[in-house]
């Protein structure tokens, strides 16, 4: 999904994403909790001040932004309690 995202360029000359739109909403980025390149693209994953994760991805060759996942506060809780679970039960088999 395309999506709208202002960005600055840092002192490490790699564009980084400030806020994005999604459907009208503006979302500031509170934390870049991870990026990595790809083929033709940069990935970022970072923390919304609505409290959902987001990965996006520029398209370096054409400079456009992309939603690649979103994950919303319940699911979080969800994925990690569902994760320390199925540790739990390898631990007592």
């Known amino acids: 999904m395309r ?3 202002e960005s600055d360029t840092g ?9 994005i739109r999604l459907n009208g909403r503006v979302v ?3 934390e870049t909790i991870d ?5 033709d693209y940069h990935y970022f994953k970072v923390m919304g001040d609505n409290g959902n ?3 996006i991805r520029l398209d370096e060759t054409c ?4 939603l690649t996942m979103f994950q919303s506060p319940p699911a979080q809780a969800f994925s990690a309690s569902h ?3 199925r540790k739990r039960s ?3 088999s």
Do not use: A, C, F, T
Request: aromatic share 10%.
């Open 90 to 92: 390898k631990r007592m």
């Open 35 to 39: 990026q990595w390149p790809g083929r």
């Open 63 to 66: 400079h456009n932004w992309e």
């Open 53 to 55: 994760l987001y990965i």
């Open 83 to 85: 994760h320390e679970g």
């Open 28 to 30: 500031e980025i509170v």
């Open 3 to 5: 999506i709208e995202v």
């Open 11 to 19: 002192d490490s000359g790699i564009e980084r994403p400030r806020r």
